[in-house]
């Protein structure tokens, strides 16, 4: 039973550029949360995607943007990128209540 | 709102020794606990979890912690350590209604031979 998977595990990018992130659910999974984890701190909420909608968002700009597919995949986007995004951005997936599962996520680098 | 803290950002211990990472929480809504582990350049494993019942909660790899409501506290213990258990700690909340989530900055556990 395949878990959550991220895509690509690695990206360099320059400021200024867009990036987008990919996240597969695990099988029975209809909720997609993703977070940034910069180094050295607890991973922060970004948003929450539940039947393709954003339903709770976190602290972010407006940069960072999502979305949800008919599938329950999921993407992260972040325009304008600045040094400070430089994270690791993990994705999670749960159905109901119970803890979420978490992908290997995908490091950042930002130049 | 809801915040966690992590009272210890390191603890170092002797394999087969017990160990305590204290996690307390404030939250002006219910919530659920949870205790996740980061290995390096992984992502997070669920632990265990306390969504309601027993406050003892047992989880996997022998760990186990004790929800104290009165406190605000989620403690999490295992009474010996493994050098396996070498690894970035983490409690989080998640609000019961409307799913969002808080994590604390992490515990990073160092079991020595």
């Known amino acids: 039973d395949a878990g959550v998977t991220q895509s690509p595990t690695h990206l360099i990018k320059t400021r200024g550029q867009q990036v987008t992130l990919r996240c597969s659910p695990k099988?029975?999974?209809?909720?997609v949360s993703w977070y940034q984890q910069a180094l050295g701190q607890g991973p922060q909420f970004i948003f929450q995607?539940?039947?393709?909608?954003?339903?709770q968002r976190g602290n972010f700009p407006d940069r960072f943007s999502g979305h949800q597919f008919p599938n329950y995949s999921s993407e992260l986007n972040v325009n304008a990128l600045l040094l400070g995004d430089s994270a690791l951005y993990l994705c999670?997936?749960?159905?109901?209540?119970?803890?979420?599962?978490f992908g290997s996520g995908t490091r950042l680098t930002v130049v | 709102a809801q915040s966690v803290t992590q009272l210890d950002s390191q603890v170092p211990v002797f394999e087969e020794a017990p160990v305590e990472l204290r996690c307390n929480y404030s939250?002006?809504?219910?919530?659920?606990l949870f205790w996740y582990v980061q290995y390096p350049n992984q992502g997070l494993q669920l632990l265990l979890k306390y969504l309601s019942g027993s406050t003892l909660v047992k989880g996997i790899n022998g760990f186990e912690a004790e929800f104290n409501k009165s406190q605000t506290s989620f403690h999490l213990r295992k009474p010996s350590v493994h050098i396996s258990d070498t690894a970035e700690y983490f409690c989080?909340?998640?609000?019961?209604?409307?799913?969002?989530?808080?994590f604390g900055d992490g515990t990073t556990l160092t079991v020595k031979p």
């Open positions: 099988s029975g999974h209809d909720t």
């Open positions: 995607y539940y039947e393709e909608e954003e339903r």
């Open positions: 939250s002006s809504v219910s919530v659920y």
């Open positions: 999670a997936s749960r159905n109901g209540k119970i803890g979420y599962t």
């Open positions: 989080a909340v998640i609000d019961t209604n409307a799913g969002k989530s808080t």
